[in-house]
Nanobody, 122 residues
Framework: QVQLVESGGGLVQAGGSLRLSCAAS????????MGWFRQALGKEREFVAA????????YYANSVKGRFTIARDNAKNTIYLQMNSLKPEDTAVYYC???????????????WGQGTQVTVSS
């Protein structure tokens, strides 16, 4: 089992940057595809980015491609989401998750953190 704890969220102005961190504990961390999801008020939870166990394959939602970067440091049991050029529509609770299925959707991720709030003001 993997336990995930996010940090790094906060309030930022449009155009600014934040880096989210996800600290993982558990022996299976390095064997999982890891992902970031977000859920805005009144919206369904949506996929943001994912990275495979070795870090050589990454995947991004079209809405964040070119602005966000996912990274993984297995030695530190940590994944990151660097968010640049933030927009008000990026405002959401961001969740770190470990994939247990085969797709980048909510149902394919079996382990979740509690989330961290990101608010982008205009």
């Amino acid at each position: 089992q993997v336990q995930l704890v996010e940090s790094g969220g906060g309030l930022v102005q449009a155009g600014g940057s934040l880096r989210l961190s996800c600290a993982a504990s558990g022996r299976t961390f390095s064997n999982n595809v890891m992902g970031w999801f977000r859920q805005a008020l009144g919206k369904e939870r949506e996929f943001v980015a994912a990275i495979n166990w070795s870090g050589d394959n990454t995947y991004y939602a079209n809405s964040v491609k070119g602005r966000f970067t996912i990274a993984r440091d297995n030695a530190k049991n940590t994944i990151y989401l660097q968010m640049n050029s933030l927009k008000p529509e990026d405002t959401a609770v961001y969740y770190c998750a470990a994939r247990t299925g085969y797709r980048n959707d909510v149902d394919s991720y079996g382990y979740w953190g509690q989330g961290t709030q990101v608010t982008v003001s205009s």
